[in-house]
């Protein structure tokens, strides 16, 4: 993304954020979790933290959805018309997955790295040269770089001192 403060909105508009940096990273994702749960081929997640997500209009529903690890995920969906606005995994509330597609302008947010291709549609064909692993990537730091790896770690620590209840 070249620009932050970019703002994304759910399909009736009632739910409307901001995005005050930019992501630390873009995945499109092809697992068989996400294409059933969006009904689409793919998601694009841009991955921010939490913190720089500014909610400028309307209050986000919580939803549990099941997740391939068993550990679920969080949706936050518009009450009204239900578009999946965001989601949060592994690292819980601190990290936010954007769904690109919700953003007033997506095309700022083209995917870093495609994952889990093993189950990508047939007909799906990736750029040359794209960044592209069969499941998820074995190694964070060549994926997300030395900027990202801060970001990464501060998170980490984030989720470590709220789970102490710091």
């Not at 889990?116 to 040359?128: A, M, R």
Request: proline residues 5%; glycine residues 8%.
């Amino acid at each position: 993304m070249s620009s932050n403060q970019a703002t994304g909105r759910c399909a009736c508009g009632e739910v409307r954020y901001r995005l005050k940096t930019d992501p630390i990273i873009v995945h499109c994702c092809h697992c068989s979790c996400c294409q059933r749960e969006t009904g689409s081929a793919f998601v694009i997640n841009a991955l921010i933290e939490a913190s720089e997500v500014d909610l400028l209009a309307g209050e986000p529903e919580i939803i549990h959805t099941p997740s391939a690890s068993g550990r679920g995920q969080m949706v936050a969906r518009c009450p009204t018309c239900h578009v999946a606005l965001w989601s949060h995994y592994s690292l819980g509330e601190v990290l936010s997955f954007i769904r690109v597609g919700t953003l007033d302008t997506p095309d700022l947010c083209p995917p870093d790295v495609h994952i889990y291709t093993s189950t990508k549609q047939g007909w799906v064909i990736l750029p040359e040269g794209a960044a592209a692993h069969e499941g998820f990537y074995p190694d964070f730091a060549a994926v997300w770089g030395e900027a990202g790896m801060r970001r990464r770690a501060a998170l980490v620590d984030l989720k470590k001192a709220r789970d102490q209840g710091v």
